[in-house]
């Protein structure tokens, strides 16, 4: 009889009365197969083989679950990071080289490898040139040095970058992964973050005094109390306008957090400083408009990944307007987010507090 952390990751699953559909369940067994070399071998992966998984697919198909329940047993020596906080933390730190970006990327990989033999990124991504250029750089030191990479992504590493004025720039870190990664599709049918009913109906509508209202009894009723006055609140060290601000809590209408100079860093300081955000006056044509839509689902990202509470307020309900915009991949993962945010399993989890990059 194996040793439970010696189980195959299926098993583990099965053990907590996970069931994996096909997709997974061949997924886990590459994950299985290359995270048993990297064991036998010290950590050190052989040059012929994969040096790690890219797995891919549509939201909610169990991509970062597989992901975590690899991590979660590794005895290797290991890092898992959010790709949102990994730029933070990439961005900063080459703020801080003053320049010398070629000299800090590959002092940086050669640190993450040196620390960790397997490294495990979320919800990789290419909408930006220069964040493919620094990823083809980052990933390949990780790779020549053989560490595990597990990439978790929306898109087909031929997708990556998808507008097609920019996509010529991701080509070679798409190279990269498919020279070196094993490609594993997710392809099941079923988004299984729509599988449980409501725990509480956090997504209010229509706007005004009334559901504003409600809302504060929504907050009163997680034991957050928040004062009737308006405040002011820095992120990134600029000053944003806030309905209110309680010790736990921060509401903001959607002009103020997700329309003007606000980015993705903004998200990831709201989510380390407060672990309950309201976002009220949702309009139909704030989300029509292309940044306020990027924003919102960046901000839904973050405090997903973070595992905190979201509510909001809209002048229909929020999955009604959302289905009314383009309906990209990031779209589609926003609405499966939404979902499973409003979930039993996901109101009784705790905060997630993110390691930081090996700055």
Sequence with gaps: MPRREDAPLAQRFAE?????????GRAALALDGLYRQALRQGGWLR?????????????GRGKTMLMDGLFAQAALPAQRIHYHQFLRDLHRGLARADGAHADYLSALALRVAKQCRM???DEFHLHDVADAILMERFLGVLLEQRVLVILTSNYAPEQLLPDPHLHQYALRVIALIERHMSILHLDGDKDYRYREGEALRQYLDPC????DQRLRRLLAGLGQAVPAEAAVVRLSDRPVQARAVGDDCVWFDFNAICLG????LDYLEISERWN????????QAQLNKADGLRRFIWLVDVLYDRRQRLLLASERPIETMLREVSLSVDTH???SRLAEMQSASFAAASPIEMSPLCL
């Design 16 to 24: 907590r009365s996970v069931a994996l559909d096909a997709g997974q």
């Design 47 to 59: 040059r012929a083989t994969p040096l790690g998984a890219y797995l891919w697919g549509e939201p």
């Design 119 to 121: 490294f495990c990124l």
């Design 208 to 211: 005004g005094a009334d559901t």
């Design 261 to 264: 100079p606000r980015s993705h």
């Design 276 to 283: 309950v955000v309201v976002v009220s006056d949702i309009l």
């Design 333 to 335: 993962r926003t609405l």
